[in-house]
């Protein structure tokens, strides 16, 4: 955990089984309240946590190994991606429902991974190996597809993470291609993000978030940093 300036601050878990222990942990969300949701991979479950790291409790996820976790803002429904599907469960680990399959048409999955709930209650799922975003209402109905296989600009070649800021913007990570692509709130593409003229390249981008004053943070996989990048 980290100031906003970058200053570290504290770090909580360690190697095993326990309670606030992880096994592979990959995906991770905060609510409204503050509180910290991951993604325990390897240990097959989520684990709950208050704002100083301290454990809350857990739920299982059966036979799949979760990949990101994002609850709504009220914490009562967390949307976990997972075993080419979307699995919502409430707060208390109840599945209240769940859709995708393998494949490549609307509503299937090719390992999807960072999922994201906006702030209109759309999930927004990056369907990894299917080069797109899918976008769902809150209970699973197919609203649109944001990108498309390929090295054009508006089109993806390995997407790994997706963020929403304040004006509706859509930036999405491309591993490979070591960019971030904006879209509008209308879904088509707008720029590959830079300055003066230049595009900004990433080492490797994943996962990106947007803070309340529409800095954009990116974790530079294989350049082990996070980098921070004004959008005004």
């Known amino acids: ?3 906003g300036a970058g200053k570290f601050l504290f770090a909580f878990g360690g190697k095993g089984e326990g309670n606030g222990e992880f096994a ?3 995906g991770i969300g905060t609510d409204a309240q503050g509180r910290v949701y991951v993604a325990d ?3 097959r479950r989520i684990q709950i946590f208050d704002a100083n790291g301290r454990f809350g409790g857990l739920f299982r996820t059966g ?4 990949i990101d976790v ?3 803002p009220d914490g009562q429904t967390l949307y976990v991606t997972g075993g080419h599907r979307v699995t919502a469960y409430s707060a208390s680990g109840q599945v209240l429902r769940q859709w995708g399959s393998e494949g490549e048409a609307e509503g299937e999955f090719r390992y999807p991974a960072s999922v994201l709930v906006a702030p209109d209650g759309k999930v927004y799922v990056v369907d990894a190996l299917n080069s797109r975003v899918q976008i769902f209402e809150p209970q699973g109905r197919f609203v649109f597809q944001v990108g498309s296989w390929g090295v054009l600009p508006g089109q993806f070649f ?3 993470g997706v963020a929403i ?3 509706g913007r859509i930036h999405v990570t491309d591993s490979y291609m070591d960019v971030v692509e904006t879209f509008g709130s209308d879904y088509r593409f707008q720029r590959v993000l830079g300055a003066r003229g230049k ?3 990433f080492t490797a981008p994943g996962g990106v978030a947007v803070d309340a004053s529409d800095r954009l943070f990116v974790a530079e996989m294989l350049a082990n940093k996070v980098s921070v990048h004004s959008l005004r």
């Open 63 to 66: 036979n799949v190994r979760p």
């Open 41 to 43: 991979s390897g240990n």
């Open 1 to 3: 955990v980290f100031s």
């Open 158 to 160: 390995r997407p790994k």
């Open 165 to 167: 800021d304040r004006n």
């Open 24 to 26: 592979d942990p990959v």
């Open 199 to 201: 595009i900004l390249r």
């Open 70 to 72: 994002a609850p709504t």
